[in-house]
């Protein structure tokens, strides 16, 4: 069964760091991703990466503030958040695929709260 599973998301102050993580099983993806989903808003990409870490993209939202990096040894896909914004709340959602801009998989979504 192909799966993602995230964790990681929380409460945090402004300024504050969290760590996202997000395992895959059930087989490799050359792409992998994370969209957030404010309420009320659409579903955005915030950041991916390509199988080797050599491509990355980032939404000007966070660039300069996030990181995205992968283990493939261990199939999993991290984002590191820093500096947050109470704008950065949001539900998380780990993606993975071919192409990242039509993500095949989804993860269930983790809820990561910035506090002003």
């Known amino acids: 069964q192909v799966q993602l599973v995230e964790s990681g998301g929380g409460l945090v102050q402004a300024g504050g760091s969290l760590r996202l993580s997000c395992a895959a099983s059930?087989?490799?993806?050359?792409?992998m991703g994370w969209f957030r989903q404010a309420p009320g808003k659409e579903r955005a990409m915030v950041a991916a990466?390509?199988?080797?870490?050599?491509?990355?993209y980032y939404a000007d939202s966070v660039k300069g503030r996030f990181t995205i990096s992968r283990d493939n040894a261990k199939n999993t896909v991290y984002l590191q958040m820093n500096s947050l914004k109470p704008e950065d709340t949001a539900v998380y959602y780990c993606a993975a695929g071919p192409n990242i801009d039509r993500p095949s998989t989804w993860g269930q979504g983790t809820q990561v709260t910035v506090s002003s």
């Open positions: 990466i390509n199988y080797s870490g050599s491509s990355t």
């Open positions: 059930g087989r490799t993806f050359s792409s």
